[in-house]
């Protein structure tokens, strides 16, 4: 299909990790970006992955690309109640466009 | 620090008016983007420019049009605003590099 497929919301207890998944459609996209929304703010870049890239780690986020699925998940270490944003997935397709995925909802519970 | 900013975080207005959204990028950014985020949906591209006066369609135009007379300034246009145009509309600035910076965002709600 056309969409970038994330799960809608996600709960984690403090101090575990949590996981995110992004499912996107676009063998030849050239960057794949995690974004961050925090409550009443526009989306900040956390961090990315270049498409030829498997893994890419960042203090307590860990990136991983399975090209062949067409899957990106984001792995936050020892999630902590800051953590509470909606997580965006983005492919950037052809002429650079974005394409942003549905968003997960990330939850902490103490 | 870069910064993009958005003429207001909250607008009501009533079904059938002119709306004007504005958004202003300090980074001499040649890209900007508008956006509208909903539940579920996530972000849908309306439109985006490449350049000063220079506009394309994004993936839902329908009911919207552009306007960028100056590089800083990307203005988002409704010209007739109808109540399914309630939503959060983001925009958004980017050069050449990978990353796109958003502004907060203004919630517009139509009744």
């Known amino acids: 299909g056309e969409d970038v497929e994330q799960s809608l919301f996600l709960s984690v207890r403090e101090g575990d990790s949590s996981v995110i998944n992004c499912t996107y459609t676009?063998?030849?996209?050239?960057?794949l970006y995690w974004y961050k929304q925090e409550p009443g703010a526009g989306l900040q870049l956390l961090t990315y992955?270049?498409?030829?890239?498997d893994m890419k780690q960042d203090q307590r986020l860990t990136v991983l690309l399975n090209k062949k699925d067409k899957h990106l998940s984001l792995r936050i270490a020892d999630t902590q109640t800051g953590d509470s944003a909606i997580y965006f997935c983005a492919e950037a397709r052809g002429n650079e466009k974005l394409t942003f995925g549905t968003g997960t909802r990330l939850t902490i519970i103490p | 620090d870069v910064k993009v900013t958005q003429s207001s975080r909250y607008l009501v207005k009533r079904t059938g008016e002119k709306v004007f959204l504005e958004c202003v990028q300090d980074?001499?950014?040649?890209?900007m983007f508008w956006y509208r985020q909903d539940p579920g949906l996530g972000l849908r591209l309306i439109y985006f420019s490449y350049d000063v006066k220079m506009k394309e369609k994004g993936d839902i135009p329908e009911g919207y049009s552009v306007s960028r007379e100056k590089k800083e300034r990307f203005s988002l246009i409704l010209e007739s605003a109808s109540t399914n145009q309630t939503s959060m509309y983001l925009c958004?600035?980017?050069?050449?590099?990978?990353?796109?910076?958003f502004g907060p965002g203004t919630r517009l709600t139509v009744t």
């Open positions: 958004a600035s980017r050069e050449s590099s990978y990353e796109q910076y």
């Open positions: 980074m001499d950014h040649e890209n």
């Open positions: 992955i270049f498409s030829n890239m």
């Open positions: 676009d063998s030849s996209s050239t960057y």
